[in-house]
């Protein structure tokens, strides 16, 4: 009786061992809802940790311009991924994405003691940098994922404060301030390509720093009375070009009206020894001319002269009174001779 049970009491017996026995599989499902249920809320809850979502995700996507960096219990691994989306275990690996292409990061608040003793404050420097993909996994395992606290924004911090502590303010704020973009940049790159090859440091914009009042009034004013004689000498500058403009012109026009005088003086000569030798030619052919007159006056071509000229005009008159005439001689007995052959050829 003793060892056996009554019936009863075996049903009754039954349901508990069942619990005892067969409850382990509903409670491992129980703890895998709420375990995911806990990961959701927390990618919900938890926006603003990106560590912890970084930690929870399974997929994950490196944006463009950026590459996939992992750790692993605290460890940096060698394994750099490409943009796109990408697996890594939960939990176990942390991933962070790094940029690598332009940059700008932006220093505000820089105040410095100039050489003189005045505090001036710089608001913004901003620094245009990249950091080379092949150089990502060295600088990240050496200074970490902040890289650019340490390069970019102390740096600058101590480069600014180093700068003023040896110029005027004078210096700092007028006369080097072109140069001071141009100096940050080198020296930045300076330290850089030494202690951290992978930085490239592109430009450096330093913006106006703030001084005290009193002395920006005083500032003011002597930019005022520069600006008045600069304003005075760039006007007697206008007027001394003015002036030489004028001159130039007056010597042009006066250089113009001389070659002109020229040109009109040689034209005129030119006109002169032309009627000079068109004279001279004239009077060459008149010399030929009287030279081959004066060889014509022979005795026997004054002869002919005459001889054709008192056979065209000369009268013979017959009667009492006969007008007086000169005749010469031979040319006379000539004439009649050949009048009195012609007679006889008649009869």
């Known amino acids: 009786m003793d060892a056996r049970a009554p019936p009863h009491q075996q049903t009754a017996a039954t349901p508990q061992l069942r619990q005892q026995h067969g409850g382990g599989g509903d409670f491992t499902a129980i703890f895998t809802v709420l ?14 940790s990106s560590t912890l979502k970084n930690s929870l995700y399974i997929v994950h996507q490196v944006p463009e311009g950026h590459v996939g960096v992992y ?43 100039t050489k003189g003793g005045v505090m001036i404050n710089f608001e913004k420097i901003e620094v245009v940098n990249r950091l080379h993909k092949d150089f990502v996994h060295q600088t990240l395992l050496n200074y970490g994922v902040q890289y650019d606290n340490t390069w970019i924004y102390d740096k600058i911090h101590h480069e600014i404060n180093q700068f003023c502590s040896v110029h005027s303010l004078q210096q700092v704020y007028i006369d080097m301030f072109d140069q001071i973009d141009e100096k940050m940049k080198d020296a930045l790159q300076a330290d850089c390509t030494r202690y951290a090859p ?12 703030k001084i005290p009042e009193s002395i920006r009034r005083n500032f003011e004013q002597m930019e005022e009375e520069r600006t008045k004689v600069l304003i005075a000498v760039e006007r007697q500058r206008v007027a001394e070009k003015e ?63 005459f001889i054709e000229a008192i056979a065209n005009n000369s009268k013979i008159f017959f009667g009492n009174k006969v007008p007086n005439m000169v005749f010469d001689q031979r040319l006379l007995g000539s004439f009649l001779q050949d009048v009195a052959q012609t007679g006889n050829l008649e009869t």
């Not at 806990?38 to 990618?43: D, F, G, P, R, Y």
């Not at 942390?94 to 608040?109: A, G, N, S």
């Not at 992978?198 to 720093?209: A, C, D, Q, Y």
Request: charged residues 25%; glycine residues 4%; hydrophobic residues 40%.
């Open 243 to 305: 002036a030489e403009t004028q001159k130039k012109i007056a010597i042009s026009e006066a250089e113009k009206n001389a070659h002109v005088s020229k040109i009109q003086m040689e034209q005129k000569l030119t006109e002169k020894d032309s009627s000079r030798k068109q004279e001279e030619i004239a009077n060459a052919i008149t010399m030929k001319e009287a030279e081959a007159n004066k060889m014509k006056l022979t005795p026997q071509f004054l002869e002919l002269r």
């Open 198 to 209: 992978g930085i490239e440091i592109l430009s450096v914009r330093v913006t106006k720093p």
């Open 35 to 48: 375990l995911a249920f806990v990961v959701i809320a927390a990618m919900v809850l938890v926006p603003s």
């Open 71 to 113: 750790w692993r219990g605290g460890a940096l691994l060698n394994t750099i991924t490409d943009p796109g989306f990408h697996m890594k275990m939960p939990l176990i690996t942390h991933f962070e994405p790094i940029q690598v292409t332009l940059q700008t990061d932006l220093v505000r608040d820089i105040p410095c003691g």
